[in-house]
């Protein structure tokens, strides 16, 4: 069991440029959740899907961030144009139900 | 707003139980009590939820009061890998609250040699 895959581990882009964050979920899991965490917000979960539909985007902090889940084993989380203010630590995480959920190890975002 | 209230930190022997408080006094009836922990540079990890009764499994026990107010979670012979951010979170079952882990500040428990 491979567990939850994030892709790039380690980003480091310049303002304005558009960054794609990837995400493999757990194989037989039917939710899959994106969050954020920075020092100031701590960890916020930004959208979740429910069989690759989206159930609940409100975390989404502005219409720069966009999300996908185009099939069962694979999501995105898009950002354009990024800013500086985007830096963090982006994970994915991946549920079987809506209980438990096993998280990736994260992708460290650094917009310049 | 997480609902829960835990120390910022503590610190516990090596060796010793590492017993982590969490008040979360407007607690409905049908929420659950859930930990995970996160150790530095990682992801989250589930540790153990409860809804009333006490429960154990290998990595710890988690401890509910009578009134359901306030939980302890205690690792019983802590170790320096135990050392991270421990998350105190409550959370009802049923489709309409799925997928809401609100996540607060938690406690920085560091263990020391």
């Known amino acids: 069991d491979a567990g939850v895959i994030q892709s790039p581990r380690h980003e480091v882009t310049e303002m304005g440029q558009e960054v794609t964050l990837r995400c493999k979920p757990i194989s037989g899991h039917d939710y899959l959740f994106w969050y954020r965490q920075t020092m100031m917000r701590g960890l916020e979960l930004l959208i979740y899907f429910n069989n690759n539909v989206p159930i609940d985007d409100s975390g989404m902090p502005e219409d720069r961030f966009s999300a996908k889940m185009p099939n069962a084993s694979f999501s995105t989380l898009k950002i354009q144009p990024s800013e500086p203010r985007d830096s963090a630590v982006y994970f994915c995480a991946s549920s079987f139900g809506d209980v438990l959920q096993f998280f990736g190890p994260g992708t460290r975002l650094t917009v310049l | 707003d997480a609902k829960t209230t835990q120390p910022p930190s503590m610190d516990c022997a090596e060796g010793r139980a590492a017993n982590l408080p969490c008040n979360h006094s407007t607690i409905s009836g049908n929420e659950y009590v859930y930990w995970y922990r996160q150790i530095h540079s990682q992801g989250p990890q589930y540790i153990i939820h409860g809804l009333k009764n006490n429960e154990t499994n290998e990595m710890a026990s988690l401890i509910i009061t009578e009134d359901r107010k306030s939980s302890t979670l205690i690792l019983p012979h802590a170790t320096l890998r135990d050392t991270a951010v421990y998350y105190c979170?409550?959370?009802?079952?049923?489709?309409?609250?799925?997928?809401?882990?609100?996540f607060g500040q938690g406690t920085t428990l560091q263990v020391k040699p």
């Open positions: 979170i409550v959370r009802a079952s049923g489709s309409s609250n799925t997928g809401k882990l609100i």
